[in-house]
Structure formats: structure tokens, C-alpha cells
């Protein structure tokens, strides 16, 4: 199995920070993006955060959430999110479910430019990338 290079690291890392710095607003927190957004409950969660609106009943977490469910909350969450006008190209709900980085990554990377690069009283890019590179730091000093 190929290792997986630094800058993937740290780009997961950054990203489920921005995705964190949203989510404690309901004391929610991701660990594992592939992991973590799978059942649709975070991503959910994030768009009614971000968006502030309201999402359509979906189903909360729980240990026996079927995949049927998941793809059910998670499609709640891209309908909404393409009601922001935010165009997703190739990627589902199953495409989440089943762990697949690149679209995830894509999709945060997309939510990242729609709602915090592109909004004039939050911070820049840059800003996205040095919250990433603070908590790095503070990690390797504790």
C-alpha cells in the first residue's frame, strides 16, 4: 500500500479543522472526514451551520443506521447544498458513504470557497491554511 504523501495529510488535517471550528457551535466534532461525514448527521449539521437555514427532517446518528439512511441524509445535504448555487460535478451521496477521500476532500474544499473565502467579513484562504498550521503547532508543542 503507497504511504500517503505529507501534503494530503496536512490538507485532511486543515480541512477537518475548518469543519470543527463550525461544528462545536453544536458540540460536534470529526475525527475522520471519510469516516465522519458517512451517515450525513456532520455534513447535515454543517450546512444548517453555514447556510443558516434549516434542512429538511433527516435522520440523527445512531449505532444501526442503515446505509439507506445515510444516503437519505446525506442526498438532504447535497440538495442543499446546490440550493446555495453550489454545483457538485460527480459527486453523490454513495460516493461519501463509501469513503471516497478525493470527493470528500473536493467537496469540503468547495463549501471552504463558497462559504469562507468568498464571505468579506471572514478570513482569506490564507487564513484557512494558517488555522491549520496553528494547531499543528500547538499539537507538537503539548
Not at 470529526?30 to 453555514?50: H, P, R, S, Y
Not at 463509501?98 to 482569506?124: A, R, V
Request: hydrophobic fraction near 40%; charged fraction near 25%; charge should be neutral.
Amino acid at each position: 500500500m503507497e504511504e500517503e504523501a505529507d501534503w494530503v495529510k496536512f490538507q485532511r488535517k486543515t480541512f477537518t479543522n475548518w469543519i470543527n471550528s463550525y461544528l462545536k457551535k453544536r458540540d460536534l466534532k470529526a475525527e475522520n472526514l471519510k469516516e465522519d461525514l458517512a451517515d450525513g448527521v456532520l455534513l447535515c449539521n454543517l450546512i444548517e451551520i453555514l447556510s443558516g437555514k434549516n434542512l429538511p427532517k433527516w435522520k440523527s446518528a445512531d449505532a444501526k443506521m442503515h446505509r439507506l439512511h445515510q444516503v437519505g441524509n446525506l442526498n438532504i445535504a447535497l440538495q442543499a447544498i446546490n440550493a446555495e448555487g453550489i454545483k457538485l460535478v460527480g459527486t453523490g451521496a454513495e460516493d461519501i458513504v463509501d469513503g471516497n477521500q478525493k470527493l470528500i476532500m473536493g467537496l469540503i474544499w468547495t463549501l471552504i470557497q463558497k462559504f469562507q473565502i468568498s464571505m468579506d467579513e471572514t478570513p482569506t484562504s490564507t487564513s484557512v491554511v494558517m488555522i491549520g498550521n496553528e494547531k499543528q503547532r500547538a499539537q507538537r508543542n503539548h
